[in-house]
């Protein structure tokens, strides 16, 4: 029974980070799994945003509001972790904009976004080169 | 996939609301442009994907769910969700909490903190985003300067929707305006106003076709505004430093601290808005040229660089 | 009360998710997103209300409009392909 | 207190068309069933909430917001849908335009999203 209690009061007390861990994890296995890189860019965008919710978590205090000072109002959220996520976000659709413009060229050059494709290209191309300096 | 990248953002957006000014900024960029910039990437590279054999995913799945195991494992040292004496909570943030008010003037404590006491880490993000849209011309400029003159106007069937937007598009301007401006009291800023501007101009280009939307804005005043708002905001910090006190400390800007501290945060919210908006057309257009010119390279059915890798293979 | 319109829009939502999920066809799905989208837009200002702090109305507005971008997007890349087909590699 | 209860039946009203919307995309057999569903009482729902919250609000800078809002979903929920239903008309009404069956099942392969007529 004290067990019971215990592990259900330890859920509570951690299910923000639980959450965050699962969606992380998402993330992690399309990247990993998934040779179309932009499905990699998405699972990327999926670490970045369990990241920004990790600190959004942080902040977060119970019975405070939004940090906006207003009559009336006692206590406030932590808006330090805000600052940053809110940078993060704005910077993370840049470095995604790269990732993507990065993979538009690629397409351009080996026509394919395929991992393994790319991969066979590159090693055929450096085979060739072999050969030639061979000669 | 398409829907499933829009519902998870949504869906992250709801997670988020308690922080009034990151849900802004989630809602303009993760829902808004990032979609766009992957709807953009994907009807370039087309949707075709390949099946892989199911072993290389198990072995993935047995790897992420060992590392989530783990993580989870060290989660349960965390302080519980919600408490008050967390170690994030206890240093700095309570003294943002009862000064910002007094020193910056600003009810916003997101902005004050953002603009006044963190300016240079926001200086250096905006220079990031700066470099971001840099590269992206880099890699992608090149190409999209010769299909300046098409009247190719994609959706020129949707005579409801071309109204519609008509109408909204000034309103979408005038309320990114107010956001910018009303940083200060509520929530928004010069990144939430960038992206609002920015999506009011790519609502405009894609109903209109890019050849008319540069005639609006064209791609060098685009360049232009993106050096602009770095300038202003390092500008401010100069101005600061030439009146000699620190670089980015605002209270010298005006006889009086406070009055100088909301010119200051005014000024680098401007800049931060003109950059962060002509970055994210710059790298919209970008991408949108790069798909057109695409289309016309297929339509003339001489794909230019398709030669060329044929040639690379042949030749070597 | 707020709390019974909250979770009447995210039962709503639930359900639009699972279309949005099973939905056979392309539009099938984004009707079903761009219903998603209307009823965040709903939750986030009901939500405003619950909390006593209707700041975030701004929040909500700027949704609707990226509701709608969003929409006009897929349309935009997946529609009217010049091209005919959007891949027609291979 | 009439304001109040005049409020709350909206909100009540408002909700119950949303999830009527919801059963409606969920259960309908085909697609322009299911947009007539969602489209309709979409609308109709989101005016419901946002005049009740007005209500709630009272006179103030909230309402003129919830306003703004309303007459944004008002101008682009049916705006949208309409775009919706005639893209899917348009590529409905060729069964096989630009899907050569070759096509439609690589596309089915790949994730399923094409509608396959």
Not at chain 2, 54 to 59: D, H, N
Not at chain 2, 131 to 153: E, F, I, N, Y
């Amino acid at each position: 029974m004290s067990f019971d209690s215990s592990f259900l009061e330890t859920f509570f007390g951690l299910y923000n980070d639980w959450i965050v861990v699962a969606l992380m994890m998402c993330g992690f296995f399309i990247v990993i799994a998934d040779g179309n890189l932009i499905k990699k860019v998405v699972g990327l965008t999926l670490f970045q945003t369990s990241v920004f919710i990790l600190y959004i978590s942080m902040a977060k205090i119970l019975g405070a509001s939004a940090p906006i000072a207003a009559e009336g109002i006692e206590s406030y959220s932590n808006p330090l972790p805000h600052v940053l996520i809110l940078t993060a976000i704005v910077v993370s659709i840049s470095t995604t904009a790269v990732a993507l413009a990065l993979i538009i060229r690629i397409k351009k050059a080996y026509h394919t976004v395929e991992e393994d494709e790319i991969q066979r290209w590159d090693v055929r191309i450096h085979r060739s080169d072999k050969r030639a300096k061979v000669r | 996939m398409l829907s499933g990248i829009y519902g998870l953002l949504s869906a992250t957006l709801f997670v988020v609301l308690d922080a009034v000014d990151v849900a802004f900024t989630e809602a303009a960029v993760g829902a808004g442009i990032s979609t766009l910039l992957m709807l953009t990437t994907l009807s370039i590279t087309g949707r075709y994907e390949i099946q892989r054999p199911k072993i290389q995913s198990q072995i993935a799945l047995v790897l992420t769910t060992i590392t989530g195991a783990l993580l989870i494992y060290g989660t349960l040292d965390m302080p519980y969700f919600g408490s008050t004496d967390s170690p994030a909570n206890a240093h700095v943030a309570d003294y943002y909490l009862s000064n910002a008010l007094g020193q910056t003037g600003v009810p916003n404590f997101v902005t004050a903190v953002l603009a006044s006491y963190r300016g240079y880490d926001t200086f250096g993000e905006l220079v990031v985003i700066f470099t971001a849209g840099v590269s992206v011309l880099a890699l992608l400029g090149t190409v999209s300067d010769k299909t300046m003159s098409d009247d190719h106007q994609p959706m020129h069937q949707h005579l409801i929707l071309r109204v519609t937007s008509k109408m909204l598009i000034p309103v979408i301007m005038v309320f990114g305006l107010y956001v910018q401006f009303h940083g200060d009291f509520g929530p928004g800023g010069g990144f939430q106003a960038g992206v609002i501007f920015a999506a009011a101009i790519i609502l405009y280009c894609m109903l209109f076709g890019l050849g008319v939307a540069k005639e609006v804005i064209s791609l060098g005043m685009v360049r232009f505004c993106a050096a602009l708002g770095v300038l202003l905001y390092g500008a401010v910090g100069v101005v600061s430093m030439l009146k000699g006190e620190a670089f980015l400390n605002y209270s010298v800007l005006a006889s009086d601290a406070l009055v100088g501290q909301h010119i200051g945060i005014i000024v680098i919210e401007l800049g931060v808005g003109i950059t962060v908006a002509a970055v994210m057309i710059s790298v919209f257009f970008t991408f949108t040229g790069s798909a057109e010119e695409d289309d016309s390279a297929f339509d003339a059915s001489s794909p230019s660089d398709a030669t060329e890798s044929n040639s690379k293979q042949v030749s070597q | 009360m707020f709390t019974a319109a909250i979770i009447a829009i995210l039962v709503t939502m639930v359900l639009a998710l699972t279309r949005a999920i099973l939905g056979p066809s392309l539009y099938d799905r984004i009707l079903a997103v761009n219903m998603f989208g209307t009823k965040t837009v709903l939750g986030i200002a009901v939500v405003g209300f619950l909390m006593g702090r209707p700041d975030f109305l701004d929040i909500a507005l700027i949704y609707a409009l990226m509701n709608f971008i969003g929409v006009i997007a897929i349309l935009r890349f997946f529609e009217y392909d010049p091209r005919g087909t959007t891949n027609h590699d291979r | 207190m009439i304001i109040d209860a005049i409020s709350w039946f909206c909100l009540m009203l408002g909700c119950f068309f949303c999830f009527s919307g919801g059963v409606g995309i969920l259960r309908f057999p085909d697609f322009f069933t299911r947009m007539h569903a969602a489209s309709v009482t979409d609308s109709l729902g989101a005016i419901l909430i946002l005049v009740g919250l007005m209500f709630q609000a009272g006179l103030t800078l909230v309402t003129v917001k919830l306003a703004f809002i309303l007459l944004f979903l008002l101008l682009t929920g049916p705006a949208s849908s309409h775009a919706m239903a005639k893209a899917a008309l348009h590529s409905g009404h060729k069964p096989m335009n630009s899907n050569t069956s070759d096509d439609a099942a690589k596309n089915s392969a790949s994730g399923g999203d094409v509608s396959n007529p």
